[in-house]
Nanobody
Framework: QVQLVESGGDLVQAGGSLTLSCVAS????????MAWYRQGPGKQRDLVAS???????NYADSVKGRFTISRDNAKNTIYLQMNSLKPEDTAVYYC????????WGQGTQVTVSS
């Protein structure tokens, strides 16, 4: 069965950096579109960044130039490198993929203090 397990969330000061990881299993990872979403307090879940099987990436305007999504197919893992963090980046970050249906990880909390 498909499993997505995120890690790396933490409390960090504004201007700091974090790297999130998502380890995937249960499907052919190298062929799969993957993405990071986030949901802040009282907000809807929004797309942060995505990466295709070929390595093409896209970003929400709010994170362009600060966040980088990448994948390591040998480790069945995607990453989200987050730099210059802002308090408004505070959210639960979720790993996402889609096959016969959508799949989500359990989420990892990122808190950015001002």
């Amino acid at each position: 069965q498909v499993q997505l397990v995120e890690s790396g969330g933490d409390l960090v000061q504004a201007g700091g950096s974090l790297t999130l990881s998502c380890v995937a299993s249960g499907f052919i990872f190298s062929a799969q579109f993957m993405a990071w979403y986030r949901q802040g307090p009282g907000k809807q879940r929004d797309l942060v960044a995505s990466i295709t099987s070929g390595g093409d990436s896209n970003y929400a305007d709010s994170v362009k130039g600060r966040f980088t999504i990448s994948r390591d197919n040998a480790k069945n893992t995607i990453y989200l490198q987050m730099n210059s963090l802002k308090p408004e980046d505070t959210a639960v970050y979720y790993c996402y993929t889609i096959g016969r249906r959508t799949y989500w990880g359990q989420g990892t909390q990122v808190t950015v203090s001002s």
